[in-house]
T-cell receptor
């Protein structure tokens, strides 16, 4: 089952912060975050693992609440380059397929 | 290191035809996954191959098939094309398939079925 992302879209001014949420109805092994700019391929941002280990980017942070099967991506002091669509992908067990959420469109304006 | 490459980048086909798309993973990556991306359905998993074996399969009809070669390159095939198959087909490679692996996406093949 597809994870649910919220909000579906957000508009920010440069320097503002944003939070994107990803919720699943199933127990999760890991949560993956990707950003896709228009006309380009998705680019890996971060993986969060059950047990708290986090891999990824130092300019963007994220959390993973295993009990709630929820992850949040935190974009602080946003830059114009942060614009794009953010996808979370969830993995229910190690080695299972990634199921992606519907995406959150983020636009950062000057 | 060269990224994931996909060929062709654009393709126009007619209903009922078949199509083969190709994906070359990053050197050293042994896992290749395929996704279909459409505005309505988002990013949907098709299948994953590791060491020439299909490891995971998404919920797509049997018209969608794939394979992986010994050099980790992968192809996917769609037979008897339908209008609804028009989409961006993305492949992604990762080092292995043990879970929580970063996936690196290729630029995609834009398939239009008329």
């Amino acid at each position: 089952q597809q994870p649910v992302q919220s909000p579906q879209a957000v508009i920010l001014r440069e320097g503002e912060d944003a939070v994107i949420n990803c919720s699943s109805s199933k127990a999760l092994y890991s949560v993956h975050w990707y950003r896709q700019k228009h006309g380009e391929a998705p680019v890996f941002l971060m993986i969060l693992l059950k047990g708290g280990e986090q891999k990824g980017h130092d300019k963007i942070s994220a959390s993973f609440n295993e009990k709630k099967q929820q992850s949040s991506l935190y974009l602080t002091a946003s830059q114009l380059s942060y614009s794009g669509t953010y996808f979370c992908g969830t993995e229910n067990n190690a080695g299972n397929m990634l199921t992606f959420g519907g995406g959150t469109r983020l636009m950062v304006k000057p | 290191k060269a990224g994931v490459t996909q060929t062709p980048r654009y393709l126009i086909k007619t209903r009922g035809q078949q199509v083969t798309l190709s994906c070359s993973p990053i050197s050293g990556h042994r896992s290749v996954s395929w996704y279909q991306q459409t505005p309505g359905q988002g990013l949907q998993f098709l299948f994953e191959y590791f060491s020439e074996t299909q490891r995971n399969k998404g919920n797509f009809p049997g018209r969608f098939s794939g394979r992986q070669f010994s050099n980790s390159r992968s192809e996917m095939n769609v037979s008897t094309l339908e209008l609804g198959d028009s989409a961006l087909y993305l492949c992604a490679s990762s080092l292995s398939t043990g879970g929580a692996e970063e996936q690196y996406f290729g630029p995609g093949t834009r398939l239009t079925v008329t």
